[in-house]
């Protein structure tokens, strides 16, 4: 079992819709959780990230955290084209590590 | 502006040469990291530094080597002895706090090709 799953995708959805990305992770020691967006040919950007289970919004964007079952999801509400891109869940292990998921391609469709 | 900064942006490279990857920051953040991403795939762990002087293996370290003589400072080099080095090398940093781990800033990234 990896680490830190997330589906490949792609993951396509239309202008204006919700996006939901789901990532399930094997340690439960894990406290911190991290979403990235990547463009394609460019480096990982930070849009999220939550500590505490529940829901956490900024924007279009919120968060969701479940130790219990051991998922963190993202929505994106009102999807954008701009919002086409790969996102990577990230999980922490132990005080000095990211586990990084292998990414989600998101697709927007105008 | 406060950021991070890698160079080149692309490096070429003969198999069998060694070869050094800038990463520098000003965002005085105590801990910084260098991973390997492949085509359609994650980031990989090479090496972490949570301290001048002092750096950790990450999952993948073998044919990499570091050094952190300075806060802002964390080259990475390739050598010789990585068996498939061709990948999009990135650095990252990120503050220190006691008690947990806090989210890393990234870099623009190196790709490396060798051939």
């Known amino acids: 079992q990896k680490e830190v799953e997330q589906n490949s995708g792609p993951l396509s959805v239309p202008e204006g819709a919700i996006a939901s990305l789901n990532c399930t992770y094997s340690d439960r020691g894990s406290q911190s959780f991290f979403w990235y967006r990547q463009y394609s040919g460019k480096s990982p950007e930070l849009i999220m990230f939550?500590?505490?289970?529940g829901d956490k919004e900024d924007g279009r964007f919120t968060a969701q955290l479940n130790k219990a079952s051991q998922y963190v999801s993202l929505l994106i509400r009102d999807s954008q084209p701009s919002d086409s891109a790969t996102y990577l869940c990230?999980?922490?292990?132990?005080?000095?590590?990211?586990?990084f998921g292998q990414g989600t391609r998101l697709t927007i469709n105008p | 502006d406060g950021g991070i900064t890698q160079s080149p942006k692309y490096l070429f490279r003969k198999e069998g040469q060694n070869v050094t990857l800038s990463c520098e920051q000003n965002?005085?953040?105590?801990?910084m990291y260098w991973y390997r991403q492949d085509p359609g795939q994650g980031l990989r762990l090479i090496y972490y530094?949570?301290?001048?002087?002092?750096?950790q293996k990450g999952d993948i370290a073998e044919g990499y080597s570091v050094s952190r003589e300075k806060k802002e400072s964390f080259p990475l080099t390739v050598t010789s002895a990585q068996k498939n080095p061709t990948a999009f090398y990135l650095c990252?940093?990120?503050?220190?706090?006691?008690?947990?781990?806090?989210?890393?800033?990234f870099g623009p990234g190196t790709r490396l090709t060798v051939t």
């Open positions: 965002l005085n953040h105590d801990a």
């Open positions: 990230a999980v922490s292990q132990g005080a000095q590590k990211l586990v």
């Open positions: 530094s949570q301290i001048v002087n002092d750096f």
């Open positions: 990252a940093s990120s503050p220190s706090r006691a008690g947990g781990l806090y989210e890393q800033y």
């Open positions: 939550i500590y505490s289970n």
